[in-house]
C-alpha cells in the first residue's frame, strides 16, 4: 500500500474511531437515556477517539517517510561490492541513481531477474541484482510502514477505550491534545525561520571568507563575473552591493510616493466619504489589482508605461534610457496600491465611533476630523500596511527584470537603467552553478542583507505602533 492509499485508510479509520468512541462512551454510561451520567459529552469521547487514533499514527508516517529513503540507501550500500563502495561520493551517487532508474522502471521483477542473469558484463549484472534488491526492500518498507501505521492506530485506540468510565474527563484531554498542537505549529515555524536565517547566514559567512565584508558593503562596483583574462577587471569579481541597494531604495521609494498617498486617500475616501453601495463595488474591484500576476504588471511595464516615459522625456529633451527606475517604480506603485488602501481602510473604520462623534459634536469638520483625530488613532494599522507595502516593493522581481532592466548602476536619477537586489539573486541563481564560488555564494549575502532590511523595518514599525496604541487604546 503506497503513501496516498495508507493515508486514506487512516482517515477513514479515523472517522470510524469517532462513531467507536462514541458508542464506547454511550455503552459505559448504560445506554443513551444515561449519557448524562458522563462527565463529558459523547461527542467528545468521539473527538478524543479520533485525535488518539490519527495523530500518533500520522506522526509515525511522517517521520517513517522522511527516513525511509536513508535507510534504504544504508542497508543497499551494505550489499554492494567493496570497489563500489570506495568510489568517490560523486561517482557512488551516480551508481546509485542508475540502480534508482532500473528499480523505479516499470520492468516487472520477474523480467529484471531475467535480464540479469543474461548479462555477460559483470558491472552491469551487479546493477541490476543492486536494483532487485532495492525493489525488494522498497517493498518490505512499504508493508512495514502499512503495519506500523496501522497498529499504531488500533492499539492507540483500544488502549483509550479501556479507560473510559463515567468520570473520564475527555474533554479536558482533548483540549490539551489541541493546546500541544499549537504549540507545536508555532514551534515549527519559529524554527522554520530560525532554518532560514543559519542557513543564508552560514552560506552568507563562506562568502564573506572571500570577500571583504566592507568591500560588500561599501564598493560600488557590482561585477560578480568569472575573469576571462587575468587584465579584466570587470571580470576578476567586484562585489560592490551599493549600486543594488541604491537601485532597491530608488524603486521601492518611486513606489511609495505613488502607493501611500494615493493609497491613503482610497482609504478615507471608502471608509469617510463613499456611500455603503460604492464602497461594496470599489473595495472588491480595488483588490483585484493585488491579484494580477506580477509578470503582466512587468509586461505592462515594458510595452506601455516605460515607451511613454521615454517618449514624453525625449519631447522635453531628456534623456530617457529605454529601461528604466521611473517606469518599475509607477507600475510597482501601481500594484501595491490595494495592500496600503484596503487595511489602512479596515484600520480606519476599526477606530471607535465615540472618537469621531466626539470630535464633530466639538464642531470640528469632517476633514478635521479625519486628519486630526482618526489617522493618528488608526495610525498603528496604517503603518503596518505601508510596512507591508514596502516589503512587497522590496521583494519584487518579475517587474524590475521586465521594466528596469539588470545593468547595475549607482545612480540617483529615476531616468536611467537601475537592478536590484532581487532580480541579482535570481541572477546568479539560474543554471548550472557551483556553491563554492564567490559569485554564487554572493546571492546568500544579498539574501541576509535584504533579511536585516526588513527586520530593522519590522522593529521600527512596532516602535511607533506601540508608541501611538497607548496613546489610543
Known amino acids: 500500500m503506497n503513501t496516498s492509499l495508507l493515508f486514506i485508510a487512516l482517515i477513514s479509520l479515523t472517522l470510524f474511531s469517532y462513531w467507536f468512541g462514541l458508542k464506547r462512551s454511550l455503552k459505559v454510561a448504560g445506554g443513551a437515556e444515561h449519557k448524562k451520567d458522563l462527565t463529558c459529552l459523547p461527542e467528545q469521547f468521539g473527538l478524543l477517539t479520533a485525535m488518539v487514533c490519527g495523530l500518533p499514527a500520522l506522526i509515525t508516517l511522517l517521520i517513517f517517510n522522511s527516513a525511509e529513503q536513508l535507510v534504504i540507501e544504508q542497508l543497499l550500500t551494505t550489499t554492494l561490492p567493496a570497489n563500489i563502495q570506495s568510489l568517490s561520493s560523486i561517482d557512488f551517487g551516480l551508481y546509485l541513481n542508475n540502480i534508482r532508474s532500473l528499480a523505479s522502471s516499470e520492468t516487472t521483477q520477474a523480467l529484471l531477474q531475467g535480464v540479469a542473469a543474461q548479462q555477460n558484463d559483470i558491472a552491469l549484472q551487479g546493477q541490476f541484482q543492486a536494483a532487485l534488491t532495492l525493489q525488494e526492500l522498497n517493498q518490505q518498507a512499504v508493508w512495514l510502514k502499512t503495519g506500523l501505521v496501522l497498529i499504531i492506530a488500533v492499539v492507540s485506540v483500544i488502549v483509550l477505550v479501556r479507560k473510559f468510565s463515567l468520570t473520564y474527563k475527555a474533554r479536558q484531554k482533548s483540549e490539551a491534545i489541541v493546546r500541544a498542537l499549537l504549540v507545536a505549529s508555532s514551534a515549527i515555524a519559529i524554527l522554520t525561520t530560525l532554518g532560514i536565517v543559519v542557513s ?163 464642531g470640528a469638520t469632517k476633514s478635521e476630523t479625519v486628519v486630526k483625530v482618526l489617522l493618528p488613532a488608526a495610525l498603528p494599522g496604517i503603518v503596518g500596511a505601508i510596512l507591508l507595502a514596502i516589503s512587497r516593493a522590496i521583494g519584487e522581481t518579475m517587474i524590475v527584470v521586465m521594466a528596469a532592466g539588470m545593468a547595475a548602476n549607482l545612480t540617483a536619477n529615476p531616468l536611467d537603467s537601475v537592478t536590484t537586489v532581487t532580480v541579482q539573486i535570481v541572477t546568479l541563481l539560474t543554471g548550472d552553478q557551483e556553491f563554492d564560488s564567490p559569485k554564487t555564494l554572493a546571492a546568500f549575502a544579498l539574501g541576509l542583507m535584504l533579511f536585516i532590511t526588513t527586520l530593522g523595518l519590522n522593529i521600527l514599525a512596532l516602535k511607533v505602533v506601540r508608541k501611538y496604541r497607548e496613546q489610543y487604546d
Open 200 to 362: 543564508v547566514l552560514f552560506e552568507s559567512i563562506q562568502f564573506f571568507k572571500s570577500v571583504s565584508p566592507a568591500e560588500f558593503m561599501f564598493g560600488t562596483q557590482w561585477s560578480p563575473q568569472t575573469a576571462m583574462r587575468s587584465d579584466q577587471v570587470g571580470g576578476s569579481g567586484s562585489f560592490g552591493a551599493v549600486p543594488l541597494f541604491a537601485g532597491t531604495m530608488l524603486i521601492t521609494f518611486i513606489a511609495m510616493l505613488l502607493a501611500v498617498p494615493v493609497g491613503l486617500m482610497i482609504a478615507i475616501y471608502l471608509s469617510q466619504y463613499a456611500s455603503t453601495k460604492l464602497r461594496s463595488f470599489a473595495k472588491p474591484m480595488l483588490e483585484v489589482l493585488a491579484g494580477i500576476p506580477t509578470v503582466v504588471y512587468g509586461f505592462f511595464a515594458a510595452l506601455t508605461v516605460a515607451p511613454v516615459i521615454r517618449n514624453l522625456g525625449e519631447s522635453f529633451g531628456l534623456s530617457v534610457a529605454s529601461e528604466s527606475a521611473l517606469a518599475a517604480g509607477l507600475v510597482m506603485g501601481t500594484m501595491i496600491i490595494p495592500f496600503v488602501s484596503s487595511l489602512s481602510e479596515d484600520a480606519i473604520s476599526a477606530v471607535p465611533n465615540a472618537l469621531k462623534e466626539a470630535s464633530l459634536g466639538m
